[in-house]
């Protein structure tokens, strides 16, 4: 039993990460002594490999924003554990933690559940318990065998992009990814994808939705008029005005797939088109292209992963097409960092580099001969503050700094950035 808020995070993060094979068999015993608390809930499931978190927290906020109390289930946490579980913009509290916490080792006798499944188990029994008219969950790790895919058909399903990410657990090809993230889909569900989704992988989701007799929604229109300006930014879809306080190019994209979301909702529950729009307006999103009007001015993101990086690279060009930038860099050792690094040297021709400690980290020689390869000179330093410190030394008060490679980088400088406020 654990008395304490640390005591119960400690116990959570003792639990294996990753399981030794793939199913459902741990979490649905856990569920099933828990009393089935997924049952009965409404969920909205999204899954995909980029912008799941900014679709999720959009359609949370639209719903919200009509009065409904929303579950609300993501992953990874950027400062506090707790972020992980909330219901509309409040996180699970400690004394709530310390119970759930309980209430879930109570039912493992016999079971060693990874650390999402025992944190998924807890969310299932809080949102039910605390009664939320609806949940928007998203999905930890590919979609087939994750935790979250135990329940039955959503009210609605949602994925978005989908790139090379965590190949070794989901598969070398965009269809072998895509085939994952599908399997979410259960019979007679209504799902829909994000515009930008890669036409190969449309392919395979179209064949999921045939065998389930589901219904998708692709967006068919593009955006209208877009100005990517501060602090937000402004289109058109649709023969709608939106204005998004989320910036990014990338954004536009997971805000048109949040408003088809929150349409094919409307058709079940009561949503109007005034709380997609205040919705949009109203979302806010740690560490995704997040800007500090200091100077230099900072901006924080979480992207994690070549795909993510190619979109932040975008961005910056868009906002920023005449600023001084300074990068700070570092990046999971599973991840394609290789093809990020090609990627950051078409934009800078320096970068100071870090790690993120006690994380799976790139080898930091390496990533340095890597861009050093690619005629970038490279500082580098292992401690995350004191990179960050060089690099504000090394901006000057009109430049920009852009410190992202990882959410857990992100999260680590976003309280040192707050200092610097």
Same mark, same amino acid.
């Given at each position: 039993?654990?008395?304490?808020?640390?005591?119960?995070?400690?116990?959570?993060?003792?639990?294996?990460?990753?399981?030794?094979? %793939?199913?459902?068999?741990?979490?649905?015993?856990?569920?099933?002594?828990?009393?089935?608390?997924?049952?009965?809930?409404?969920?909205?499931?999204?899954?995909?490999?980029?912008?799941?978190?900014?679709?999720?927290?959009?359609?949370?906020? /639209?719903?919200?924003?009509?009065?409904?109390?929303? $579950?609300?289930?993501?992953?990874?946490?950027?400062?506090?554990?707790? !972020?992980?579980?909330?219901?509309?913009?409040?996180?699970?509290?400690?004394?709530?933690?310390?119970?759930?916490?309980?209430?879930?080792?109570?039912? @493992?006798?016999?079971?060693?559940? &990874?650390?999402?499944?025992?944190?998924?188990?807890?969310?299932?029994?809080?949102?039910? =318990?605390?009664?939320?008219? /609806?949940?928007?969950?998203?999905?930890?790790?590919?979609?087939?065998?994750?935790?979250?895919?135990?329940?039955?058909?959503?009210?609605? *399903?949602?994925?978005?992009?989908? $790139?090379?990410?965590?190949?070794?657990?989901?598969?070398?090809?965009?269809?072998?990814?895509?085939?994952?993230?599908?399997?979410?889909?259960?019979?007679?569900?209504?799902?829909?994808?994000?515009?930008?989704?890669?036409?190969?992988?449309? %392919?395979?989701?179209?064949?999921? @939705?045939?065998?389930?007799?589901? !219904?998708?929604?692709?967006?068919? @229109?593009?955006?209208?008029?877009?100005?990517?300006?501060?602090?937000?930014?402004?289109? !058109?879809?649709?023969?709608?005005?939106?204005?998004?306080?989320? #910036?990014?190019?990338?954004?536009?994209? *997971?805000? &048109?797939? %949040?408003? =088809?979301?929150?349409?094919?909702?409307?058709?079940?529950?009561?949503?109007?088109?005034?709380?997609?729009?205040?919705?949009?307006?109203?979302?806010?999103?740690?560490?995704?292209?997040?800007?500090?009007?200091?100077?230099?001015? &900072?901006?924080?993101?979480?992207?994690?992963?070549?795909?993510?990086?190619?979109?932040?690279?975008?961005?910056?060009?868009?906002?920023?097409?005449?600023?001084?930038?300074?990068?700070?860099?570092?990046?999971?050792?599973?991840?394609?960092?290789?093809?990020?690094?090609?990627?950051?040297?078409?934009?800078?021709?320096?970068?100071?580099?870090? /790690?993120?400690?006690?994380?799976?980290?790139?080898? %930091?020689?390496?990533?340095?001969?890597?861009?050093?390869?690619?005629?970038?000179?490279?500082?580098?330093?292992?401690?995350? =503050?004191?990179?960050?410190?060089?690099?504000?030394?090394?901006?000057? =008060?009109?430049?920009?700094?852009?410190?992202?490679?990882?959410?857990? #980088?992100? $999260?680590?400088?976003?309280?040192?950035?707050?200092?610097?406020?």
């Amino acid at each position: 039993m654990v008395k304490s808020a640390n005591e119960a995070i400690d116990h959570i993060h003792s639990l294996s990460r990753f399981g030794k094979k %793939a199913g459902l068999s741990n979490i649905t015993l856990m569920l099933e002594r828990l009393g089935n608390p997924q049952k009965g809930q409404k969920f909205v499931h999204v899954a995909g490999t980029n912008g799941k978190g900014s679709v999720s927290n959009m359609i949370k906020n /639209i719903l919200t924003n009509h009065g409904y109390k929303v $579950g609300y289930y993501t992953s990874p946490y950027i400062e506090f554990f707790s !972020e992980r579980i909330c219901i509309n913009n409040e996180m699970i509290s400690d004394s709530d933690l310390v119970h759930y916490t309980n209430r879930v080792m109570d039912v @493992c006798d016999g079971i060693n559940p &990874i650390e999402f499944e025992f944190i998924t188990a807890m969310a299932f029994l809080y949102f039910k =318990e605390q009664k939320c008219d /609806i949940t928007v969950l998203e999905v930890g790790l590919g979609g087939r065998f994750d935790a979250t895919n135990i329940i039955d058909t959503p009210l609605l *399903n949602v994925i978005t992009p989908i $790139g090379f990410d965590h190949t070794a657990i989901l598969g070398d090809t965009l269809e072998k990814i895509a085939f994952e993230k599908a399997g979410t889909i259960k019979e007679n569900s209504t799902v829909v994808i994000s515009p930008d989704m890669a036409k190969e992988c449309t %392919a395979v989701i179209e064949e999921r @939705c045939h065998e389930t007799s589901s !219904e998708l929604i692709i967006p068919k @229109c593009n955006a209208k008029n877009v100005e990517y300006s501060l602090p937000c930014t402004t289109f !058109e879809y649709d023969n709608e005005k939106y204005e998004l306080s989320l #910036l990014g190019t990338y954004q536009v994209g *997971n805000a &048109i797939c %949040a408003i =088809e979301a929150s349409r094919a909702l409307s058709k079940k529950i009561d949503l109007s088109q005034t709380d997609i729009n205040a919705g949009l307006k109203n979302s806010f999103w740690k560490c995704r292209f997040e800007r500090f009007d200091t100077k230099p001015e &900072i901006v924080l993101d979480g992207a994690h992963n070549s795909h993510g990086v190619k979109a932040l690279m975008e961005s910056i060009e868009a906002y920023y097409p005449n600023k001084k930038r300074v990068f700070l860099f570092s990046m999971l050792g599973e991840k394609d960092w290789r093809n990020s690094a090609s990627l950051i040297s078409k934009h800078t021709d320096s970068v100071i580099l870090t /790690i993120v400690p006690g994380i799976r980290e790139t080898p %930091a020689d390496e990533l340095k001969r890597e861009f050093e390869s690619l005629g970038v000179k490279c500082e580098y330093y292992q401690n995350p =503050e004191t990179a960050f410190e060089k690099a504000k030394e090394e901006a000057g =008060e009109n430049d920009v700094l852009f410190a992202f490679g990882s959410l857990y #980088l992100s $999260g680590c400088l976003r309280k040192y950035v707050k200092e610097f406020l």
